[in-house]
């Protein structure tokens, strides 16, 4: 069985984009437009480049060394 929302959350958003979103967008467009604006970023700061080789461990490895993992059940 499927649950309410996961029916009527969908229905709900077709309405709108089918109907009610032609009719409201261009009173709501000028407001949006204020708040989200189309200008690029000017000099995006240079991203720093990871200088740490790669040893081809996967999980577990730090920059200090490989972890020790000390046994649970010591007999």
Do not use: H
């Amino acid at each position: 069985m499927v649950c309410i929302p996961c029916i009527v959350i969908p229905v709900l958003l077709w309405v709108y984009k089918r109907f009610l979103e032609p009719v409201l967008y261009p009173f709501i467009s000028p407001i949006i437009s204020r708040f989200w604006r189309k200008t690029p970023l000017q000099d995006a700061p240079q991203e720093k480049t990871n200088t740490a080789e790669c040893n081809g461990a996967a999980n577990g490895s730090t920059a200090n060394g490989p972890k020790t993992v000390a046994d649970k059940k010591a007999d």
